[in-house]
């Protein structure tokens, strides 16, 4: 018999349609971006999807259906499969701290894939907690007039488009990690598109 699978086929599936889709999303919000810059810089048009500000407002608006689905669909079964409480909970200030240091030191193990370090539930849950802000966030600055009891609890429209830009900036910081660590141990990305 064969051992239980280390990511669940929704689990993978939603895990892919994620990262492509929040690909898509940073890609066209950078090209948003550059058409109203919050801050004094502006991100290399070669980076960013759309064209010009229309064409990454379509691009925009067209994943941001396909991530909200995907995250309902990716928490739901988190929650109601008792996923997240066996792989992210609890999440424990002195472990995170030992496991940086182990990290440091270069002896953090990777052993058992189906097991999630300190850092590991630290990372996934704060990234769902950011993806669920820009979600939020998004929303005010898409319909401010009509969600105005959510924009003002952003602090307004541009506090809205501030945390969205920090969200993405957190989100974007998860990915390169994410991705350094994958590379690092590869029979991680095996398990996220095999299952084991």
Same mark, same amino acid.
């Given at each position: 018999m ?19 889709t929040v690909?898509?999303m940073?890609a066209s919000?950078?090209?948003?971006y550059?058409?109203s ?16 500000p229309?064409g990454?407002? +379509? /691009?925009?608006?067209?994943a941001?259906?396909? *991530? =909200?689905?995907?995250?309902?669909? $990716?928490? &739901?079964?988190g929650?109601l ?6 792989? +992210? /909970? ?6 995170? *701290? =030992?496991?940086?240091?182990?990290? $440091?030191? &270069?002896r953090?193990?990777h052993?058992?894939p189906?097991h999630?370090n300190a850092v590991q ?8 907690g ?6 939020l966030?998004g929303?005010?600055i ?7 009891g959510?924009t003002?609890?952003f602090?307004?429209?541009?506090g809205?488009?501030l ?11 998860f ?7 994958a590379?690092?141990v ?11």
């Open positions: 064969a051992a239980p699978a280390i990511h669940p086929l929704l689990v993978r599936i939603t895990h892919w349609t994620n990262a492509v690909m898509v940073i919000g950078w090209q948003i550059n058409a810059p919050i801050l004094p810089f502006r991100f290399p048009e070669a980076l960013t999807l759309g064209g010009w229309g990454a407002l +379509l /691009w925009h608006f067209a941001m259906w396909v *991530l =909200a689905l995907n995250f309902t669909v $990716l928490i &739901g079964y929650l499969s008792g996923r997240y409480s066996r792989k +992210l /909970w609890p999440i424990r200030p002195r472990e995170i *701290l =030992a496991d940086v240091a182990r990290a $440091l030191r &270069g953090l193990s052993a058992d189906s999630y539930k630290l990372l996934y849950a704060g990234v769902l950011l993806i669920g802000l820009i979600m966030s929303l005010a898409w319909k401010p007039v009509q969600l105005q959510l003002s609890l602090g307004g429209f541009q809205a488009r945390v969205h830009f920090l969200a993405m900036a957190g989100i974007a910081g990915i390169l990690i994410h991705v350094a660590m590379l690092l590869p029979r991680t990305i095996r398990a996220m598109v095999t299952g084991r």
